[in-house]
């Protein structure tokens, strides 16, 4: 399982963009990237997944190099309630074994 | 998208007692399920993979014989935490696998108090 590197805290405000970047340089050919978001107390959220180039859709978009080694997850304009945990996962998605394994996250406080 | 509910969403239970979670996938069939567990600020570990109709596979360090999982059907899997001690005291999520393209579902998680 490619392992994958994100900053442990991030802080912004209301109204900015927020651009977080995950690092997964073993990732392997038939994996995908996948982002989470988790409020307290409750299951993880999926926002979005891609394989290369660009992914948006209604919430967030998805930066993917063409190497594959990282990638950013970009919220525009945040606000209070985007205060929450977000979580980069890779792995091959299609392959039956394919276990979702979490690492620390990074914990977004947006301020007003 | 698909739903995977977990009953009960909270549970207060006495040292020494048992407490069985239940994960359900509402509309689609689950043909994996997994049982994560979650501390304070801590992110989700992973506990163990069950297909259903077979036995759990456990991560190393998740004590089987504590943590009964059962996945007897497609659409249910659970978790029974016996003989309960207070470092039981967790968030305990499960999440459900189905389809062809191996899409991953949560469930909103249970809060497990053992005192």
Request: net charge neutral; glycine share 8%; proline share 5%.
């Amino acid at each position: 399982l490619a392992k994958t590197t994100q900053p442990i805290s991030m802080d912004s405000y209301e109204g900015q963009e927020v651009n977080i970047t995950c690092s997964h340089n073993n990732i392997a050919t038939n994996d995908y990237i996948t982002w989470y978001q988790q409020f307290p107390s409750q299951g993880p959220r999926f926002i979005i997944q891609g394989y290369k180039t660009k992914v948006t859709n209604e919430v967030a978009s998805l930066f993917i190099p063409a190497d594959r080694k990282s990638s950013t997850l970009s919220l525009p304009r945040v606000s209070l309630s985007d205060t929450a945990v977000y979580y980069c996962l890779v792995g091959d998605k299609s392959g039956g074994s394919y276990i979702p394994t979490f690492g620390r996250g990074t914990s977004l406080i947006v301020h007003p | 998208g698909a739903v995977v509910s977990q009953h009960p969403s909270w549970v207060i239970c006495k040292s020494g007692t048992s407490v069985k979670i239940e994960c359900r996938s509402l509309d689609f069939q689950a043909t994996t399920m997994f049982w994560y567990r979650q501390f304070p600020k801590q992110s989700l570990m992973l506990m163990a993979t069950s297909n259903e109709g077979s036995k759990a596979t456990y991560e190393q360090g998740v004590e089987k014989d504590k943590f009964l999982i059962n996945h007897a059907s497609l659409t249910l899997s659970t978790l029974t935490v016996t003989s309960a001690h207070p470092e039981d005291s967790s968030f305990y999520i499960c999440s459900a696998r189905g389809g062809g393209l191996g899409e991953q579902y949560f469930g909103p998680g249970t809060r497990l108090t053992v005192t």
